[in-house]
């Protein structure tokens, strides 16, 4: 996959970034790391202030958010970041499972050695952070690891679905690595899926990689009964 294609539109092509340009990055990175919360509402004169910008930048990042679903408008009430309900959710933690299954599959047969190599440099550096006890660092390492995923596939459209999804649902993604065991046990499905990789097996990377995605069982009712009631709706 292209450096570009995760990159805002902007930036791929060369052209400098725009005032409202670079607030939806902002804006996105603070809804992704749980800094904006799931119902939070976003005020244009407040973004404006506390930003130093005009409110149109401010309403151009805003609308931009709106179409790749990161935030909702609700009427009268204004603008707010998305909240998801159950169903959905499960729904695209699914759909999630299969794209980062696929992407497993095509790395299993398209990977060079230096994308493996770098993918078990990435690894290590998450097993720092586990043992350091710092889930922050730990989800950010995890993103990288799951870019390089994607890069190792060599694929365009697949790769980018996976992406534009991981912004759906990363803040409810954020709080499922967070569950208890959840990180000792993403290290040891990172390692099933490079082995995998590693061996050629594209069968068998495709479904360490969904696994490791999927909420299923006692996994998915305690992710649920974690989520506070802003977070989803029934």
């Known amino acids: 996959m292209d450096q570009d294609e995760t990159r805002p539109p902007e930036l791929a092509t060369g052209r400098a970034p ?7 990055e902002q804006l996105e990175q603070m809804i992704l790391d749980g800094r904006l919360a799931p119902g939070e509402r976003l005020d244009e004169m407040e973004l404006a202030r506390r930003f130093g910008l005009s409110r149109t930048p401010v309403r151009e990042a805003i609308k931009a958010l709106l179409a790749i679903g990161l935030v909702e408008t609700r009427g009268r009430q204004g603008t707010h970041v998305a909240v998801l309900s159950i169903p959905a959710l499960i729904e695209m933690f699914d759909v999630m499972s299969a794209l980062e299954g696929l992407c497993a599959r095509l790395a299993a047969r398209r990977a060079t050695p230096a994308e493996r190599a770098a993918m078990r440099q990435v690894h290590e550096e998450l097993v720092k952070a586990y043992e350091t006890g710092d889930p922050v660092t730990f989800y950010k390492i995890n993103q ?6 994607y890069e190792a596939a060599h694929t365009h459209f697949i790769a980018d679905q996976a992406l534009q999804l991981r912004r759906r649902i990363g803040a409810y993604r954020m709080r499922a690595t967070y569950q208890p065991g959840r990180m000792l046990g993403t290290l040891s499905e990172h390692v ?13 990377a495709r479904k360490a990689a969904s696994d490791h995605v999927q909420l299923l069982g006692d ?16």
């Open 192 to 204: 099933r899926i490079m082995d995998a990789i590693d061996a050629g097996d594209p069968e068998a």
């Open 144 to 149: 990288k690891f799951h870019d390089l995923l």
């Open 219 to 234: 996994q998915l009712t305690d992710f649920i009964s974690s989520l506070p009631a802003n977070l989803s709706r029934a």
């Open 18 to 24: 725009t005032r409202s340009g670079e607030l939806r």
